[in-house]
């Protein structure tokens, strides 16, 4: 999703395809946030694979009340979704705040069973992650991201540092 910034460096999407090649179904990239901001985020309860980074979903909860939350592992807006997930959003009733929602279509497919396209997995994302849903966390980001790469972040910290210092 659009709000959701991904440091590639440590890349996420290879190892989703390989498992949805080994468990089929959908599978979603989650990451573990603080508690007190999981209400923000879809999250996921799971259990357990025999690979530690891979879980089984078993129930998604869209933004969730405060202490309400099944775990702290939170959708990060990276997705491998089975085809099966089209009919269920055409059919789905308006969720939160009246919109179609993603999640709710996707708790549809943890229970369906695989032939017709269900099961829900999720690998746990360790990396760095970046949330840009508004202007300031969107320039903090790009910012972050410029000054990690040899290429750009030399010649970016000389210059904010002369912009902030008021020489530019």
């Not at 460096?9 to 999981?38: C, H, N, Y």
């Not at 969720?95 to 369906?112: C, K, N, V, W």
Request: charged share 20%.
């Amino acid at each position: 999703l659009g709000d959701d910034l991904v440091d590639a460096r440590t890349p996420v999407l290879p190892d989703m395809f390989a498992a949805q090649a080994k468990f089929g179904g959908s599978i979603l990239a989650l990451m573990e946030v603080p508690e007190d901001q999981i209400h923000l985020y879809g999250c996921a309860a799971v259990t357990p694979t025999d690979n530690p980074d891979i879980v089984r979903v078993t129930e998604l909860v869209e933004k969730p009340a405060a202490g309400t939350a099944p775990s702290n592992l939170a959708v990060i807006g990276r997705y491998v979704i089975d085809p099966a997930i089209f009919g269920l959003l055409e059919n789905l009733a308006p969720g939160r705040g009246g919109e179609i929602q993603l999640t709710d279509a996707l708790a549809s497919l943890i229970d369906m069973p695989a032939e017709s396209g269900g099961g829900v997995h999720a690998v746990v994302f360790r990396g760095k992650r970046y949330d840009t849903g508004d202007k300031l966390s969107y320039l903090k980001s790009v910012v972050s991201i410029a000054l990690d790469r040899d290429d750009l972040g030399p010649d970016l910290r000389a210059w904010l540092t002369s912009y902030l210092a008021g020489k530019i």
